[in-house]
């Protein structure tokens, strides 16, 4: 099936709140949408009551929208495919997925995360683990929002990322919507890279709420948080401006300020002088941003580029470093200029 062509179904890979927000929004449009997920008991709930219950219960799904334990079943005849499963599970599913993928169809990628052992972003192993006629249909979904809220059709902003014109712009209309508008880039590098790591500078953003400091430092936090991003995206091929967009600025100006982030949620019981594995205990979902911690950590050490405030955090995680002494730190640190000249500045 031709990309322009209007498609009927969808498989959407992962079951977890994002997945079923992104999977309501294809069924409300028209698409018959297959939600894959891992757990028998959970596509059974789903198709039983007509809601996620586990994950987004406060959204009804379509009738249009069937949830499966069936990998096969799922992407059987589908005119595009959706992964979205934990950054931690996606090299799994791919190679599950591999045999069944439907050839000359767009295969989009809306999970945030680098790998930890490989140190590999989600468009790296999803090149790895599909089959090769995938390669030139691969997009990637990213931006500032939030499940619930995209679930509520609360007007909402993403960036599809893709080298390929024709994929690009086929995905983007299958998204947009009344309350989802899609914008389009060929970065997929910078897009990759700002929606990992925001969730590593939303666990510091949120550490320092916890610690009862003000605006001013949640917006130094950022601004720097986002100068790391923009390093690391570079130093890996990217484009800075990229950082400036809905995946870079936009991504984590919400991850770092939203109530709903749960990285900022893991800083914020850190802050407050919690343990960071009663804290998850606690969750019940994923926060990404613990793991990408550290890999950012370690790919950052690997390509020598300077990430001060993502290397305190992973301090903080995983070397039980006093958040309180981690600000003392970047607070001391040698003073430089604002920007590099490879900012242009």
Same mark, same amino acid.
């Given at each position: 099936?031709?990309?322009?062509?209007?498609?009927?179904?969808?498989?959407?890979?992962?079951?977890?709140?994002?997945?079923?927000?992104?999977?309501?929004?294809?069924?409300?449009?028209?698409?018959?949408?297959?939600?894959?997920?891992?757990?028998?008991?959970?596509?059974?709930?789903?198709?039983?009551?007509?809601?996620?219950?586990?994950?987004?219960?406060?959204?009804?799904?379509?009738?249009?929208?069937?949830?499966?334990?069936?990998?096969?079943?799922?992407?059987?005849?589908?005119?595009?495919?959706?992964?979205?499963?934990?950054?931690?599970?996606?090299?799994?599913?791919?190679?599950?997925?591999?045999?069944?993928?439907?050839?000359?169809?767009?295969?989009?990628?809306?999970?945030?995360?680098?790998?930890?052992?490989?140190?590999?972003?989600?468009?790296?192993?999803?090149?790895? &683990? =599909?089959?090769?006629?995938?390669?030139?249909? *691969?997009?990637?979904?990213? $931006?500032?929002?939030? @499940?619930?809220? %995209? !679930?509520?059709?609360?007007?909402?902003?993403?960036?599809?990322?893709?080298?390929?014109?024709?994929?690009?712009?086929?995905?983007?209309?299958?998204?947009?919507?009344?309350?989802?508008?899609?914008?389009?880039?060929?970065?997929?590098?910078?897009?990759?890279?700002?929606?990992?790591?925001?969730?590593?500078?939303?666990?510091?953003?949120?550490?320092?709420?916890?610690?009862?400091?003000?605006?001013?430092?949640?917006?130094?936090?950022?601004?720097?948080?986002?100068?790391?991003?923009?390093?690391?995206?570079?130093?890996?091929?990217?484009?800075?401006?990229?950082?400036?967009?809905?995946?870079?600025?936009?991504?984590?100006?919400?991850?770092?300020?939203? &109530? =709903?982030?749960?990285?900022?949620?893991?800083? *914020?019981?850190?802050?407050? $002088?919690?343990?960071? @594995?009663?804290? %998850? !205990?606690?969750?019940?979902?994923?926060?990404?941003?613990?793991?990408?911690?550290?890999?950012?950590?370690?790919?950052?050490?690997?390509?020598?580029?300077?990430?001060?405030?993502?290397?305190?955090?992973?301090?903080?995680?995983?070397?039980?470093?006093?958040?309180?002494?981690?600000?003392?730190?970047?607070?001391?640190?040698?003073?430089?200029?604002?920007?590099?000249?490879?900012?242009?500045?």
């Amino acid at each position: 099936m031709a990309h322009g062509d209007k498609a009927k179904k969808v498989a959407v890979l992962g079951a977890g709140a994002w997945g079923t927000a992104l999977a309501r929004v294809l069924a409300t449009k028209g698409d018959f949408v297959h939600i894959w997920s891992r757990r028998e008991d959970l596509a059974a709930q789903i198709n039983g009551t007509g809601r996620n219950e586990r994950y987004l219960p406060s959204a009804q799904l379509p009738y249009s929208l069937r949830a499966t334990h069936d990998l096969k079943e799922a992407l059987r005849d589908a005119t595009m495919v959706v992964f979205v499963c934990p950054s931690h599970a996606t090299r799994e599913v791919a190679r599950l997925a591999a045999p069944f993928v439907p050839k000359d169809v767009p295969v989009v990628s809306a999970t945030k995360g680098i790998e930890n052992e490989s140190l590999m972003f989600i468009d790296e192993i999803l090149e790895a &683990e =599909l089959p090769a006629h995938t390669r030139e249909h *691969l997009a990637f979904l990213s $931006g500032p929002s939030f @499940a619930k809220e %995209l !679930a509520a059709e609360l007007p909402t902003g993403v960036v599809i990322g893709s080298k390929n014109p024709a994929v690009r712009e086929a995905v983007m209309r299958r998204f947009h919507a009344p309350y989802m508008r899609t914008y389009g880039s060929d970065d997929i590098v910078g897009v990759e890279c700002g929606g990992a790591l925001k969730n590593v500078i939303a666990i510091g953003a949120g550490a320092a709420d916890g610690l009862g400091f003000g605006h001013n430092t949640r917006g130094m936090l950022i601004t720097r948080g986002l100068a790391e991003i923009a390093r690391l995206a570079m130093a890996r091929g990217g484009k800075a401006i990229t950082l400036a967009g809905l995946s870079g600025m936009g991504d984590l100006v919400l991850t770092c300020c939203g &109530e =709903l982030s749960r990285n900022r949620t893991v800083g *914020l019981e850190l802050g407050r $002088g919690g343990k960071l @594995a009663d804290i %998850l !205990a606690g969750l019940g979902h994923v926060a990404e941003g613990v793991k990408t911690t550290k890999s950012a950590y370690d790919l950052s050490v690997k390509m020598n580029v300077e990430m001060p405030i993502t290397h305190e955090i992973y301090k903080v995680l995983y070397e039980d470093k006093p958040v309180v002494q981690a600000v003392r730190d970047l607070m001391s640190r040698e003073l430089s200029a604002e920007f590099e000249p490879a900012f242009g500045g």
